[in-house]
């Protein structure tokens, strides 16, 4: 265990904790950093399952635990089991950590958990422990709202069929934005939501990566609902690496060598899997549009084919025009001057970082808060474009022309570039995201 003694400069101890999905620990990592820059000493915990790789530092260290959970088992689960499992399994070891962490000698006690909302039983344990916490949320404030409806309003019933009926006191999201999660059993769906909104809820603060400039409407109808503050602190944006998966960095050399604006990135996130038919569409519509594309297909997008099988023939036929990679560095992609559009999952860090690059999105969500999201970008932002649900290759070559060619996209790409300045501006000093970060780091001293 690496040492915490009460020499170093350090007054404070945090403890970060997110569950083993990417999306999940980007955020978290960023958040561990910014506070260790700010002069708290921290421990970020991780899984051994889906471990990322990060580097330890002076006054930042590291702690695995371990779930005796393998990959086929997790496999085999959808993702609300996989949460629900995850919350059973972490909790022996996590909390014989925190309990080492506070009674180790000459070491500095744990003043505050900070945990990602979905290990929601990281709130009963602090409580236990006398240990404050703080939740953090992930994903849009927005799609948490969506979340509640689905239990509270009794939504579930409406999984099977997706509408574009309006919903009630939830405009302008409609039936089929709702964030539905594709589970065997639709009661462990309700659990989840009680439990992860619930306990966050409870938490001594709940932190959102999102800015009062993106979000104001739904953030303004949680904070009532909330024990503690509501601070709205993103898009957190902290040179840092925290992959799973190594990154293929000679994207950045392809793109080097295409014109300004022209390629279109292509990734649907770290979750999202899918038939090899639509894996088809999705190939033969890059090919056919006849513009650059940069495509992520990540080992484990395709269900039981292997990442190697595109179709045969496309890439004889897209040549030195498309490039196929793995796992892409998104950030460094996205701000790179040659890509001009961003076909996303929109899950909410894509969202974020597509706003961040002021690059506009053909939005093709898969499920849960990328339909919430998805809405957001394409009718409350107005930068992006909607897709259909079914993937459909001349639907992807219109799109793509749409965003790349037509006046629309460059309407949408003016749209996105005022937006990246309006969130640079919350997150500039006296911007909200500014100050509510200013506002998050007195708490976390104060106590
Ligand atoms: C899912 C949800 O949809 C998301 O909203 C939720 O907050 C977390 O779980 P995911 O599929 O992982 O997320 O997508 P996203 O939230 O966009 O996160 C993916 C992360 O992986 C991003 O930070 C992105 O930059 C990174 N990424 C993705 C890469 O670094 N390289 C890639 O090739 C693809």
Redesign the pocket.
């Known amino acids: 265990m690496a040492e915490n003694r009460v020499s170093t400069p350090y007054t404070k101890h945090l403890v970060l904790f997110s569950p083993p999905?990417?999306?999940?620990i980007?955020?978290m990592v960023q958040l561990a950093h910014i506070l260790h820059s700010r002069g708290f000493f921290i421990t970020i915990v991780h899984t051994d399952y889906n471990a990322p790789h990060l580097e330890p530092r002076p006054g930042l260290t590291i702690e695995p635990i371990y779930l005796g959970l393998s990959n086929e088992e997790a496999r085999e689960m959808d993702i609300v089991e996989l949460i629900l499992t995850l919350n059973k399994k972490c909790e022996l070891p996590f909390r014989a950590l925190i309990e080492d962490l506070q009674s180790k000698k000459g070491g500095l006690r744990v003043s505050y958990l900070i945990t990602d909302a979905v290990m929601y039983f990281t709130q009963d344990l602090a409580e236990e422990l006398g240990i404050k916490r703080m939740a953090f949320r992930?994903?849009?404030s927005t799609?948490t709202l969506g979340f509640q409806a689905i239990r509270d309003k009794g939504y579930l019933d409406n999984r099977g069929h997706p509408s574009d009926e309006p919903i009630p006191d939830f405009s302008p999201f409609r039936f089929k934005d709702l964030p539905f999660v594709n589970t065997k059993d639709p009661d462990s769906l309700c659990l989840f939501i009680s439990s992860f909104t619930g306990k966050s809820f409870r938490a001594s603060a709940l932190i959102f990566?999102t800015s009062d400039c993106l979000e104001s409407p739904a953030l303004e109808k949680i904070r009532p609902q909330c024990r503690g503050p509501v601070f709205a602190v993103g898009p957190l944006n902290f040179p840092s690496s925290s992959?799973i998966?190594p990154?293929?960095d000679k994207c950045i050399s392809w793109l080097n060598t295409q014109p300004p604006r022209s390629v279109v990135y292509t990734?649907?996130?770290?979750?999202?899997s899918m038939e090899s038919s639509q894996v088809m569409e999705i190939a033969w519509g890059l090919a056919n549009s006849g513009r650059p594309f940069l495509w992520?297909v990540?080992p484990g997008l395709i269900n039981v084919l292997n990442a190697a099988c595109l179709p045969s023939g496309f890439t004889e036929q897209v040549g030195l025009r498309g490039l196929v990679?793995?796992?892409?560095?998104?950030?460094k992609?996205?701000a790179h001057g040659a890509v001009g559009a961003f076909w996303?999952?929109?899950?909410?860090?894509?969202?974020?970082?597509s706003i961040c690059a002021g690059v506009p999105v053909a939005c093709w969500?898969?499920?849960?808060?990328?339909r919430v999201?998805a809405r957001l970008i394409c009718h409350v932002w107005r930068v992006g474009a909607e897709m259909g649900r079914e993937v459909e290759r001349g639907e992807v070559e219109m799109v793509v022309r749409r965003l790349l060619v037509e006046r629309e996209g460059e309407e949408m790409r003016e749209k996105a570039s005022e937006l990246k300045k309006v969130v640079q501006r919350s997150l500039g000093k006296g911007g909200s995201s500014y100050e509510a970060l200013d506002s998050l780091i007195l708490q976390l001293m104060s106590c």
């Open positions: 999905f990417q999306g999940h980007n955020p992930t994903s849009s799609s990566n992959s998966l990154e293929d990734s649907f996130g770290s979750l999202a992520v990540r990679v793995e796992w892409a560095p998104q950030k992609v996205l996303s999952h929109c899950g909410w860090n894509s969202t974020l970082e969500p898969q499920f849960s808060d990328q999201n």
